[in-house]
C-alpha cells in the first residue's frame, strides 16, 4: 500500500510525464462520422501496400478503419496528447496496434514521404499551408483525401458528397524537371 507521499509522488510523475503539446491546436477536435470515413477510404482507393496517414487524426478512427479494413499501415499524427492516448487506446481496443502508430507531432513539420494516402480534416488555410509540403514530400501518384476542405486552386480529381459534406481527391503529379 502506498503512503499519502507516495501517491503524490506516483500522480506528479504520471500527470507531469504526459507530452506537451508543441504548441495550441489550429483545429478543434471534430471526429467524422464513420459512414464518412468509410467513403474517403473508398475516394482514396485505399488498396494493399499503402501507407495512410491522417494529419490531424483525433482519436484514430480513420487510421484504424484503414488497418482493420484493408490490412494497411497507418500513422497518425496530432498536436494534442490527449488525441494520441485516445487514438492508441482505440487501436489497441481495434486489435491493429501491430498496423498503426500515433505520435504527437506538427503536422507542418511532420516527414510524410512514406505516406502513399494523406487524409484530412482540417480548416482551409490549413489545406494550403499544407499543399506545398504535400506536394514536395509525396511520391507521384499518391493520393490525398480531405473532409469537407478543399485545395484552392489545386480542381479535385473527385468530389463527393456524404451526408451533406464534401470529400475532395487529388492525385499528386509527376514532379516537372
Not at 490531424?56 to 478512427?61: E, F, I, L, Q, S
Not at 501518384?141 to 458528397?161: A, C, L, N, T
Amino acid at each position: 500500500m502506498l503512503s499519502r507521499a507516495g501517491l503524490a509522488l506516483a500522480f506528479s510523475v504520471c500527470l507531469f510525464s504526459q507530452p506537451k503539446p508543441v504548441r495550441p491546436p489550429d483545429v478543434r477536435y471534430e471526429p467524422s462520422s464513420p459512414e464518412i470515413v468509410k467513403r474517403m477510404l473508398e475516394l482514396g482507393g485505399v488498396r494493399k501496400g499503402d501507407v495512410l496517414y491522417d494529419l490531424g487524426c483525433g482519436d484514430g478512427r480513420i487510421v484504424i478503419a484503414a488497418a482493420k479494413q484493408y490490412g494497411i499501415r497507418g500513422v497518425g499524427i496530432d498536436i494534442d496528447p490527449q488525441r494520441i492516448l485516445e487514438a492508441n487506446a482505440n487501436a489497441k481496443a481495434a486489435g491493429v496496434t501491430k498496423l498503426v502508430k500515433f505520435r504527437v507531432g506538427d503536422l507542418f513539420e511532420s516527414d510524410v514521404r512514406e505516406a502513399t494516402i494523406v487524409t484530412l480534416y482540417l480548416w482551409p488555410w490549413i489545406n494550403l499551408k499544407l499543399r506545398p509540403i504535400l506536394l514536395r514530400q509525396l511520391k507521384p501518384g499518391s493520393r490525398i483525401v480531405s473532409h469537407y476542405h478543399d485545395m484552392g486552386d489545386w480542381p479535385p480529381e473527385k468530389q463527393i458528397e456524404v451526408e451533406g459534406h464534401q470529400i475532395y481527391l487529388w492525385t499528386v503529379p509527376p514532379q516537372p524537371r
